[in-house]
């Protein structure tokens, strides 16, 4: 059973910095291409990064140069460093790990960015 589980999500001041964690189990993880996503509310879910098997990284804009996708396949675990947060990073962000075949999810870390 591939469980996908998301930690160090909270709250912070704008200017401030927090690394998000998502461990995948059950699964052959280096093979697969890992993906964070948020979802403010009311707003539709967006990709923020994704690195691939290879290493390579893809970011949304309105991110790049202020978080860092990295990926440790010995652990098994993705990780997203923000830095630079503003307030309208706030929202619950999602890990997806992505198969040929389908997509898993977690059940999402809030982040809250004060003003």
């Known amino acids: 059973q591939v469980q996908v589980v998301e930690s160090g999500g909270g709250l912070v001041q704008a200017g401030g910095s927090l690394r998000l964690s998502c461990s995948a189990s059950?699964?052959?993880?280096?093979?697969?291409?890992m993906g964070w996503y948020r979802q403010a509310p009311g707003k539709q879910r967006e990709l923020v990064a994704n690195?691939?098997?290879?290493?390579?990284?893809n970011y949304t804009d309105s991110v790049k140069g202020r978080f860092t996708i990295s990926r440790d396949n010995r652990k098994n675990t993705v990780y997203l460093q923000m830095s630079s947060l503003k307030p309208e990073d706030t929202a619950v962000y999602y890990c997806?790990?992505?198969?040929?075949?389908?997509?898993?999810w977690g059940r999402g870390t809030q982040v809250t960015v004060s003003p």
């Open positions: 997806d790990l992505k198969t040929r075949w389908r997509d898993y």
């Open positions: 059950g699964i052959a993880f280096s093979f697969n291409t």
């Open positions: 690195i691939n098997s290879g290493g390579s990284t």
